[in-house]
């Protein structure tokens, strides 16, 4: 299994990017695929994850109205559309298998991709 984040780049305050998490070794029915994201301040923590097989979508509350997660089961890639970007979302993102998306994000999680960075920056 292997996972390759990509789609970060530098953008201004309110800006769009959308990032892909392409996925190969498995298919998006069979694992869960989350993205999290990473500062020297705050560590990593999640930011939302989507199951392909029950079609559950999970976003942390600050990015709740501004990005969306999707997949396509054809490229086997998971995206995550981010509008509306702020400075609190610079990060580098990175994207994961888990079992399950619940209510409170993925859980279990296995195997881990590479990172992209996103900085929002006037």
């Known amino acids: 299994v292997q996972l390759q984040a990509s789609g970060g780049g530098l953008v201004q305050p309110g800006g769009s990017l959308r990032l892909a998490c392409a996925g190969s070794?498995?298919?998006?029915?069979?694992?869960?695929i989350g993205w999290f994201r990473q500062t020297p301040k705050d560590g990593r923590e999640v930011v939302s994850c989507f199951s392909s097989s029950s079609g559950r979508r999970y976003y942390r509350d600050s990015v709740k109205g501004r990005f969306t997660i999707s997949g396509d089961n054809a490229k086997n890639t998971v995206y995550l559309q981010m509008s509306g970007l702020k400075p609190d979302d610079t990060a580098e993102y990175y994207c994961a298998t888990a079992l399950d998306c619940t209510s409170d994000g993925p859980v279990s999680l296995h195997h881990w991709g590479s990172g992209t960075q996103v900085t929002v920056s006037s």
């Open positions: 070794g498995f298919t998006l029915d069979q694992y869960t």
